[in-house]
């Protein structure tokens, strides 16, 4: 693929990733009201909410602190008005954090000149957004072509390269339809190869699929991991749908009141929720799709196994086959070592939503 | 006690408070009035208290003229290069040289322009549309009115550009600088168009001279502000996620404003460009006073001579002209909302623009032909034909088969409705109406407010004109309050049956385009000169917006917010009273409010046949050439307006905040 930038191991969500940090927040406020800067700055850069309240202020974005590594899919999870989508325009610029620094590849964004800013954005980011936003007087190629023509690329160089990411999200005949003459569906996917033509190296996506039908939606979301399989761009992905969560996420970090309350994998999240909000997320999750055997298995016993499966497995991979085979599955790492065992008992409690002590992580 | 008894107390005692207020407020005016042999300056303003801000405007002007008559007279060098060529163009023939070398070269030949306003009608619009447009073309030329047509159109096609681009940039600068747009452009825009039309010509006229160059530079100067706030507007309607994406492409400030925000708000801007264009034929009319000429000119030769029958014919050809430049701008503002349909893109000019070639070639040709064919050079006066002897006919025989019910009409309406309200808006203690007002400010929007309100009626007084500021007041109050009571029920019944509205758009629509001079004819003719005659006019000119607020408003109002009545056992009555007329007030009042400021710009157009108001105050200071006079006289109508806009927002404001 034409498009292909970095090539990195596909390990999703592994503690001790040793992929670069791409971007990262340090302790990142954002708040709006009157002398908010010195507020926070006084502070030292800490506050309470009751402090943010107290002086009049609202806290769109509080204190938050993350790392998002090369390639991987990092989503920020809240309901609307968690601040999510003012974090990921702090972290693209377009909203000028209160406090704290991000950092793009170790260098602070907030520091640049306005012109260093603009070439960042020409070359290295994209952004897909919730409505859409194209333009409503050009057709589907002009739009597709339109942040090259601002780079100044003349027109058939523009053109060539909006025909390629064209064929990549699959809208091949319809270059010349304008925006209203489309469905929701095919408009993000002109959002989407608009976004890739410049070949980002960031990709934020603000709720990209929450305008779109359920169905459409699921569509969208496969589509994207497909892109994803062959692009490995390092992606900030907006949502408020646990359900899209899980189903894209390496990392997803939840947001409450402008605060990140908790950055995990989704099988971290569900098996250790750190508050009662996280647990009410993630209560209703098909668990045997987010958790893997290496949660569930205990210490091997001795007792014969049936069959043998990854750490990583997702238990709903090999749930049937346990449950017929009724023997323990031993759970072998990369040179075939068996590191412990999962039994049926323990998954049909989990399937069948049954709590027991000493089962499981 | 209970909580909630003691809660609707509470709410209830403001409006009691209010009501004690007012009536203290009205016991002290009345005794005011009664006590005005022992305090005659409460209620007329004494006249040696005046300020004469009239000659200070006056001095001021002529220390203008004298000192920069350099560089009116080159602005006037400049603009009146491309206005020639315009009106040489369409109207007057290119003159070469001079004398016995005299080179012509002659203007468009009629019969192509009518073609090519076929055209483009039938590109923007389809057949129907270029029928039309060529059809209200076609009819100009055929009722003798070609030159004078084309010298109004003339001067309009060279306004209407310098409005857009004027209007466009200023509306950036408003937009990018809101300090600018609060301070400087907002109360500007406001001024300019509440003083009336008229008021314009005075300083123009007097900079400019007696030309088409200051009947345009009036013309710019009245027609600018719709574009400025279309741009506003459709700026801050830009989504701002489009906003945030020309971010993310890395736009400079100049691509984004240039090539992501302007083409997004294009629908809104074209609104605009329609009302340019519209507002423009308006003033370009009235202008014709300052040597504008065209039909404008035409009908006020004939009204000054009172050939009834030849000012509806020019008053027709400004009809047909209006509707085929509005159906026109608002058929190309519609396409360009739609966006584009897709075509192949052509390298030859003649493929890709096929109607724009046809246009020209024809145009072209029949211009040529022209030279050898008089016919197509000037419209033969054989197939021409004239429907005024029709018009005198007709009136004549109103005249007298009905003069005696008419007539009756007419002294029953001054004796009865006209002279009691003049004689009590005129009596009224100008103290009084300050302190009303200010109170009315105060109750409504606060203290600076009222303190406006209270100004600018001040304003009114201690320039002296406030006999004649009660003159405007009370028959611009009576028309609108008839505008009211006839448009509102109108407006009720389109909101009621589809049938009704779908008979009532095509009216309104129709006019509103029409320029205010085109109702005054119609009731000159039948009413004479005078008071009922403005009266009558005026209402209808500004009967639209009662009626269109009215359709609108009830309209707008949520079908689930009628089903929970009818559910909840509403009769039609109730859901009416309680439901929908509540819900449908700001909005009707904001068509009311709309009908107040169109019938004052009327009443003052309304001099022409003989008011005495401040219009008459204008149209004497425009006959003399005295600026002071016109200016302060036509500061005093914008105040007017002003105030009464002022207050009806504050009050929609605040019931649309009620409301929620």
């Known amino acids: 693929m034409a498009d292909t930038t970095e090539q990195v191991p596909h390990a999703a969500g592994m503690p001790n990733d040793a992929r670069p940090i791409k971007l990262a927040c340090r302790n990142v406020w954002k708040l709006f009201g009157a002398n908010a800067a010195n507020f926070i700055r006084q502070r030292n850069g800490k506050a309470s909410m009751a402090d943010v309240a107290a002086a009049g202020l609202v806290g769109a974005v509080r204190a938050v602190d993350l790392e998002i590594r090369q390639g991987e899919i990092f989503i920020i999870m809240g309901l609307s008005g968690s601040g999510k989508s003012t974090l990921v325009r702090c972290m693209s610029r377009l909203v000028e954090p209160t406090h704290g620094k991000v950092e793009f590849e170790g260098k602070d964004l907030l520091k640049i000149s306005d012109g260093a800013l603009i070439e960042l954005r020409r070359h290295r980011m994209g952004m897909v957004f919730q409505n859409f936003a194209l333009l409503p007087h050009l057709n589907v190629l002009e739009n597709i072509a339109f942040p090259l023509g601002i780079q100044g690329q003349d027109r058939p160089t523009r053109e060539k390269r909006a025909r390629e990411v064209i064929e990549l999200v699959g809208l091949r005949g319809r270059e010349h339809f304008y925006p209203r003459e489309l469905s929701g569906g095919q408009q993000q996917r002109v959002g989407i190869a608009r976004s890739l033509a410049t070949k980002p190296e960031i990709w934020f996506l603000d709720e990209p699929f929450s305008a779109l039908d359920p169905l459409i939606r699921r569509e969208m979301q496969d589509e994207l991991m497909r892109l994803q399989t062959m692009l490995h761009k390092t992606i900030v992905f907006i949502t408020h749908d646990f359900d899209e969560a899980i189903r894209l996420a390496d990392r997803i970090a939840i947001m409450k009141d402008g605060e990140v309350i908790q950055i995990g994998t989704p099988e971290e999240l569900v098996v250790n929720p750190a508050t009662d909000y996280v647990a009410e997320f993630t209560r209703d999750v098909d668990r045997a799709k987010v958790i893997s055997a290496r949660s569930l298995m205990r210490a091997c016993d001795g007792t014969e196994h049936g069959g043998a499966v990854a750490p990583d497995a997702k238990i709903s991979s090999f749930s049937a086959s346990i449950v017929s085979a009724g023997k323990p599955f031993a759970v072998v790492n990369g040179t075939g070592k068996p590191i412990g065992e999962v039994t049926p008992q323990a998954v049909i409690d989990l399937l069948a939503g049954i709590e027991r002590p000493g089962a499981g992580a | ?660």
């Open chain 2, 1 to 660: 006690m209970t909580v909630t008894a003691s809660t609707s107390e509470a709410r209830s005692r403001p409006v009691q408070l209010w009501l004690v207020v007012w009536a203290c407020a009205l016991a002290v005016v009345l005794a005011v009035f009664l006590l005005q042999d022992r305090l005659p300056w409460a209620v007329n303003y004494p006249a040696g208290a005046i300020v004469p801000v009239a000659d200070w405007v006056s001095a001021l002007m002529s220390l203008i003229k004298s000192n920069f008559s350099w560089l009116t007279r080159s602005i006037t060098a400049v603009l009146s290069v491309p206005l020639d060529f315009a009106l040489n163009l369409l109207a007057k023939n290119f003159k070469i040289g001079r004398g016995a070398d005299m080179v012509v070269l002659p203007r468009l030949s009629w019969v192509g322009v009518c073609i090519g306003a076929f055209l483009a009608g039938r590109a923007a619009g389809g057949w129907k549309l270029g029928a039309l447009v060529g059809g209200c073309f076609l009819y100009i030329a055929l009722f003798g009115q070609w030159t004078s047509a084309m010298l109004t159109l003339g001067l309009i096609s060279i306004a209407v550009p310098f409005c857009i681009v004027t209007g466009l940039f200023v509306g950036i600068w408003a937009w990018r600088k809101p300090w600018a747009e609060r301070l400087l452009i907002s109360p500007a825009l406001d001024l300019m168009q509440t003083i009336p039309t008229f008021a314009y010509l005075i300083p123009m006229l007097l900079l400019f001279g007696n030309s088409p160059v200051s009947a345009m530079i009036a013309t710019a100067i009245f027609a600018t502000p719709p574009m400025v706030r279309a741009t506003m507007l459709g700026l801050s309607r830009v989504p701002s996620e489009i906003d945030d994406f020309s971010e993310m492409a890395g736009c400079t400030a100049r691509q984004k404003l240039w090539r992501v925000l302007l083409p997004s708000a294009r629908p809104t801007l074209m609104v605009g460009v329609n009302q340019v264009i519209m507002l423009a034929l308006n003033m370009v009319i009235i202008a014709s006073m300052i040597g504008a000429g065209g039909l404008g000119y035409d009908v006020l030769l004939a009204l000054r001579a009172l050939k009834v029958g030849e000012a509806m014919e020019a008053g027709l050809a400004i009809v047909a002209l209006a509707i085929a430049l509005d159906r026109l701008s608002q058929a190309i503002a519609r396409n360009h909302a739609q966006g584009h349909v897709y075509q192949e893109v052509s390298p030859s000019f003649w493929r890709r623009y096929p109607n724009l070639t046809l246009a020209i070639a024809i145009l072209a040709a029949t211009t040529l032909l022209g030279l050898f064919v008089p016919a197509f050079a000037a419209v033969p006066k054989a197939i021409t034909f004239t429907t005024a002897p029709l018009w005198k006919t007709a009136v004549s025989w109103i005249t007298i088969n009905f003069f005696d019910t008419i007539e009756a009409f007419r002294v029953a309406l001054i004796l009865n409705v006209l002279n009691p309200v003049r004689a009590f808006c005129e009596g009224f203690p100008w103290l009084g109406a300050v302190f009303l007002l200010g109170l009315a400010g105060y109750q409504l929007g606060g203290l600076r407010l009222a303190a406006l309100v209270a100004a600018l009626t001040v304003f009114c007084a201690v320039t002296g004109l406030w006999e004649k500021t009660m003159a405007t007041v009370y028959l611009c109050g009576i028309s609108a309050f008839i505008a009211c009571l006839i448009g509102i029920p109108i407006g009720l019944m389109a909101s009621r049956s589809d049938r009704v509205e779908k008979i009532v758009t095509p009216v309104i629509d129709t006019l509103q385009v029409l320029p205010s001079f085109c109702f005054i004819i119609p009731v000159v003719m039948l009413f004479r000169v005078g008071d009922v005659t403005a009266m009558i006019a005026t209402v209808a000119f500004a009967v639209v917006p009662a009626i269109r607020y009215t359709n609108h408003g009830l309209r707008q109002v949520p079908p689930a917010l009628i089903e929970a009545a009818k559910v909840s056992g509403c009769t039609k009555r109730q859901t009416f009273l309680r439901v929908q007329l509540p819900l449908a007030l700001p909005e009707i009042m904001l068509g009311v409010n709309q009908t107040i400021l169109m019938a004052l710009a009327m009443i003052i157009i309304c001099a022409m046949v003989g008011t005495r108001d401040l219009g008459q105050e204008v149209f004497i200071a425009l006959s003399k050439a005295d600026s002071g006079r016109g200016i302060v006289a036509g500061l005093a109508i914008a105040f007017i307006g002003i105030v009464a806009d002022r207050l009806f927002n504050a009050w929609t404001a605040k019931a649309r905040a009620r409301l929620g």
